[in-house]
C-alpha cells in the first residue's frame, strides 16, 4: 500500500494566533463576486406575462387594502369624534 506524502500538501500561512491566515480583502471580494455569478446563472426569470400578473396583483392587494383600512379607519373615527363632543 502506498504511503501518503505529507510533503506534497500545500502548506498553509499561519496568522499570529496559530490558525490558518485569512486571504486578503482582494481575493475575498473576487470570491465573492464569482459566487454571485454562479448564482445568478441559477435564478430562472419569470417571462414578460407572469411578471405582469404578479404585478397587477400586488397593485390590486394595494388598492385593497387601503380602501379597507380607510373605511375602517372611517368607521373607527365616528364614535371617537362623538366621545370627544361630550367634552365641550
Known sequence: MAQKNNNSKKT???GKNGR???PSLLTRIKTYLNGVKSEMKRVVWPTKKELLNASLIVIGALVFFGVFVAVIDNIVLIPLEALASLGK
Open 12 to 14: 498553509e500561512k499561519k
Open 20 to 22: 490558518a491566515a485569512k
